[in-house]
């Protein structure tokens, strides 16, 4: 006799959860794939298709091998492909998504006319951005964006920064009695200076007490949170497994929330950040509500940014905005001036006979030059900055995605993957854009077979720049500060700042490679890239400093 069991109501009730459950999944797993599958479909029929270079790995596409690649090597291969391909092309990227990179003159300049609006930020670079830095100026985008900068806008005018020199002036000076003292106490009249490191803190003292009226001391050796923050990140590399973690988080911007070492980093860093400015933000309120803040002071970056938060809709900013501003200023401020004037110093030590004429115009000048002086009277000054800004842009590249559809014009056509000739291309909703800053800035084509020198008497002669490059519409035809309504704001900050400093040490020191001109140099991960003298650790550039006499 056969005994059949049956089954209890609570067992029944468990499968019928689990078969929903999995019907459930099932489902919006089924319901993604349509949707991927439609919207590749009309990304397909909406979009030029472009020829472009094979993907060298089934998963990565060409990305790996872009990420692996040092700045100047990845813009060398976007400058082979526009070779190949023609000024605008495709690459494939991560788990099937394509971007279309644009090395067009005309091209750039509709893409960054329109950025913030069509063009927007991709959703990594958003969650990325959020989380260390709040939603302030780099992260919004729109109306939002257009707020913010206007309320922050009268805080890097010309009068602004007029004033501040006296500032950039005093740091250079600290790092000038500093390095006067090592050479003294060196037997052999010269010593050898790590020089990022003191860039890095002339910088961030610098916007500190220009910007915020704070001196973070890093200069006189003070061990402030922020400026041990900052130092992190040089001396922790991203490895081979943070690379792959960011190429997947690209696809999955989910990803990047895995709590790695470099995103803990990341992490640390934006709560230190976070800390300091609601410091500055309490003190100077508490200032301000003492009648102890004059007029200027509400031209201030901090001045401004306390009186946003009592203004009309119009220039009005949230607290969490407020911090978020200050927190991308220290970012900011501290990052990009501090590697341009690295390289500047590397430069200049590689090249002697530039260092010389750069020391002999600023001597026969004489006293240290105001800030309408820097901007027009020193010219060889203005041609090595503005080398360097052409040949180490601080950031290389930057990545977008349609927020609607578009047609970009082109200067001259290009072969579509079909061989039909077009002289624009039609771009889909949801299509990755791509520029390289350093591949135009450096690029043959638009600069001259000489592009790749570094050579400042380009910036003094009318021929000096070819007419392709005059097409780069940008600060002095350059990319670097970008174009449209993301231009740098910061921008004529970051130059004065750049001559300020950079007058001082060239007038009063002579600087050679610790191992000669021709020292290896590689590229190393700070918050951006950094140049590094090769088997140096972290961010090392040590350089031999003496006294010019």
């Not at 309320?151 to 600290?174: C, H, M």
């Not at 991203?238 to 980093?265: C, E, G």
């Not at 200050?326 to 341009?340: D, N, Q």
Request: aromatic share 8%; proline share 5%; net charge neutral.
């Amino acid at each position: 006799m056969n005994v059949i069991s049956v089954p209890s109501p609570s067992s029944l009730w468990e499968t019928v959860r689990s078969v929903d459950a999995f019907n459930v999944a099932f489902s919006f797993v089924a319901l993604w794939a349509f949707v991927k599958v439609l919207r590749t479909l009309r990304w397909r029929l909406k979009t030029t298709q472009l020829r472009g270079p094979p993907r060298t790995s089934f998963i990565y596409g060409v990305s790996y091998d872009l990420a692996s690649a040092r700045s100047q090597d990845r813009g060398g291969a976007y400058e082979r492909w526009a070779t190949e391909y023609g000024v605008a092309y495709m690459i494939p990227s991560t788990l099937g998504q394509t971007k279309i990179v644009l090395c067009d003159p005309r091209a750039i300049a509709h893409f960054y006319a329109r950025e913030t609006w069509t063009y927007v930020q991709t959703p990594l670079s958003l969650a990325l951005m959020e989380a260390t830095l709040g939603r302030g100026l780099l992260w919004s985008q729109g109306e939002d964006h257009r707020r913010q900068r206007k309320a922050l806008t009268p805080a890097f005018s010309n009068g602004a920064i007029r004033k501040l020199t006296s500032v950039f002036y005093d740091s250079a000076y600290k790092a000038k009695g500093a390095w006067d003292t090592a050479i003294e106490s060196s037997k052999d009249g010269d010593a050898v200076i790590e020089v990022q490191n003191w860039m890095n803190h002339i910088s961030l003292d610098t916007v500190g007490i220009a910007g915020f009226s704070h001196d973070f001391g890093s200069l006189d050796g003070k061990h402030a949170s922020v400026t041990e923050a900052f130092d992190t990140f040089g001396a922790n590399q991203p490895s081979a497994v943070n690379k792959v973690f960011m190429l997947f988080a690209f696809v999955f911007p989910i990803i990047a929330k895995i709590p790695t070492k470099r995103a803990n980093l990341f992490k640390k860093l934006g709560v230190t950040m976070e800390e300091i400015s609601n410091d500055l933000l309490t003190r100077s309120r508490r200032e301000k509500d003492m009648n102890m803040s004059g007029r200027d002071e509400e031209k201030s970056i901090i001045g401004l940014l306390i009186k946003s938060e009592n203004q009309d809709a119009e220039l009005h900013m949230s607290k969490e905005e407020v911090v978020a501003q200050m927190k991308v200023l220290l970012l900011a401020g501290y990052e990009t001036t501090s590697i341009s004037l690295t390289w500047a110093l590397i430069e200049l030590s590689r090249h002697p006979d530039v260092q010389t004429s750069l020391r002999k115009e600023l001597l026969a000048f004489g006293a240290d030059p105001t800030y309408d002086q820097l901007k027009a009277n020193l010219p060889y000054l203005d041609a090595v900055v503005h080398e360097i800004l052409r040949l180490h842009p601080p950031v290389g590249e930057s990545t977008r995605i349609a927020a609607a559809d578009d047609v970009i014009p082109l200067s001259e056509p290009v072969r579509t993957e079909s061989g039909e000739m077009t002289d624009s291309i039609s771009i889909a909703k949801g299509t990755l854009i791509t520029i390289s800053g350093t591949s135009i800035n450096r690029s043959s084509a638009i600069w001259g077979p000489d592009a790749k020198e570094f050579k400042p008497d380009r910036w003094l002669t009318e021929d000096g720049i070819s007419g392709k490059a005059k097409e780069v519409q940008g600060h002095r035809h350059l990319l670097t500060f970008v174009d449209g309504p993301r231009t740098c704001l910061g921008k004529d900050f970051a130059i004065t700042e750049f001559k300020t400093v950079l007058s001082v040490l060239v007038k009063n020191f002579v600087f050679e490679m610790r191992d000669g001109p021709d020292t290896p140099l590689e590229l190393a991960m700070g918050i951006l890239p950094r140049p590094r003298v090769v088997g140096e650790d972290g961010i090392g550039v040590p350089l031999r400093v003496r006294r010019y006499e």
